[in-house]
């Protein structure tokens, strides 16, 4: 993973050897859903292209105010890195600017934590040129948090004529200054892309077309489902995020003689960093913009109860926890057969409170099984769902099937 500051270099061909950390602060942990075994925070880090090499849990009441795990883990931790020649510490959770640079101090390495790791893999995955504005306005809001004597540099720096004028601007407000710049850049270049979407929302308004969005937690198998469905060959992998961009296509339906419009959409997981939500809004809308949502749920995860919950929180945050939603529970080829259901399609209650059953599939993307079924839940839903004139707020549309590119006479597109 890379880092502004490198006590130690990586070489440029190695994969950086990673030390994880997570710290357990009790009930406050248990409602966060603290990882003990540190093994999504092992994933985020393979997907960055990392290495884990150790893993170090620490338990506290509370964070330490300079170092987050204490000065006697800091040392345990020091340790490690230097036995196993580690080139970078990752943590869990989030850190503040102050710790991130207490540790780096105490260890020698760069230090990141959870947010930054997410938002190193976002800006490696982004294809479409949305996508890509959207990670770069989220890193440039994450890293005007960390500016307070973040670099060697930040000195302040004389001012007036022949140096006579006393005190003038410090570094660090020239570097605040420059990245406030470059968000204020971006977010114009992100409204003039979204302008475009509007277009091809309005259209889809206009002609009455079914949407249908697929969600989940991250890895759930949604773009191989989404493949399977519609034949398409969008990007697929059994890695955390591997598709960031929405991608949409038709798919229909014989058992209601329409088509309907399927948009994949970006994974979710615990913890995501609030700012990369407010970046993805756009992409995220397609779900709320959904007429029905394909909830779909790694069926053979031990945690699925908590990933699911995980995702209620944030179709909640972007305004869609009010979509009628189809459970998909993916992957059933990897349950045992003691677990594996005796009906291909029932209905449970979904854990948002809702006292409406919500249908339930068990499908395999891989292996095919269950997506007649599913097939027939989407014509049902379609059938019993009238289409209305969408009237809702277009300047968040999302379609990166028909990706918009910057206008060349955009001199900031150089």
């Known amino acids: 993973m890379s880092a502004t500051s490198s006590p130690a270099a990586t070489p440029p061909s190695e994969a950086a050897r990673a030390i ?8 406050q942990s248990a409602k966060q859903g603290f990882d003990e075994s540190l093994d999504e925070l092992a994933l985020l880090a393979e ?42 510490v990752l943590f869990d959770q989030a850190i503040s600017p102050a710790q991130q640079r207490n540790l780096e101090r105490v260890l020698g ?23 890509k ?30 140096m006579r004028g006393g005190p003038g601007e410090a570094q660090i407000e020239l570097d605040r200054r420059m990245i406030d710049e470059r968000i204020k850049k971006t977010k114009e270049r992100l409204k003039q892309v979204q302008r475009q979407r509007s277009t091809q929302r309005r259209s889809r308004a206009r002609n009455g077309v079914f949407k249908v969005s697929l969600v989940g937690y991250t890895n759930a198998g949604k773009s191989t489902l989404f493949n399977a469905l519609t034949k398409a060959r969008a990007y697929a992998a059994n890695q955390l995020f591997a598709t960031l961009d929405t991608t949409t296509r038709s798919l229909y339906l ?44 790694d069926a053979a995860s031990p945690v699925l109860d908590e990933q699911m919950a995980e995702v209620e929180r944030v179709l909640e945050e972007i305004g869609a926890g009010g979509v009628p939603q189809i459970l998909v529970y993916n992957k059933q080829d990897l349950l045992p057969d003691d677990q594996r259901p005796r009906e291909i399609v ?8 809702s006292t409406e059953p919500t249908p339930r599939v068990f499908v395999s993307a891989l292996s095919g099984s269950g997506l007649a079924e599913l097939r027939r839940l989407i014509a049902t839903a379609m059938q019993a769902q009238p289409l209305i004139p969408d009237e809702r707020d277009p300047r968040f549309d999302v379609d990166a099937s028909d990706d918009p590119e910057p206008s060349s006479s955009d001199p900031s597109q150089a």
């Open 254 to 297: 014989e058992q209601a003689g329409a088509s309907v419009s399927l948009s994949d959409t970006v994974g979710f997981i615990r913890d995501l960093p609030h700012k990369l939500v407010e970046a993805f809004r756009a992409t995220l809308q397609e779900a709320a913009d959904a007429d029905l949502l394909l909830h779909v749920v």
């Open 47 to 88: 997907s960055a292209g990392d290495t884990p090499v150790a893993k170090v849990i620490a338990r506290r009441p509370a964070p330490d105010a300079a170092l987050f795990v204490g000065s006697g883990k800091a040392d345990e931790i020091k340790l490690l890195v230097q036995a196993h020649q580690a080139h970078t």
């Open 109 to 131: 390495v760069p230090v990141a934590d959870r947010t930054a790791l997410i938002l190193e893999i976002f800006a490696q995955r982004a294809q479409s040129h949305e996508g």
């Open 133 to 162: 504005l959207q990670v770069e306005l989220a890193r440039l809001q994450y890293l005007a948090t960390r500016l307070v004597r973040r670099w060697s540099h930040l000195e302040r720096q004389s001012g007036g004529i022949g």
């Open 346 to 353: 029932d209905a449970m209650l979904r854990p948002n409170g």
């Open 20 to 27: 994880l950390v997570g710290v357990d602060f009790g009930r």
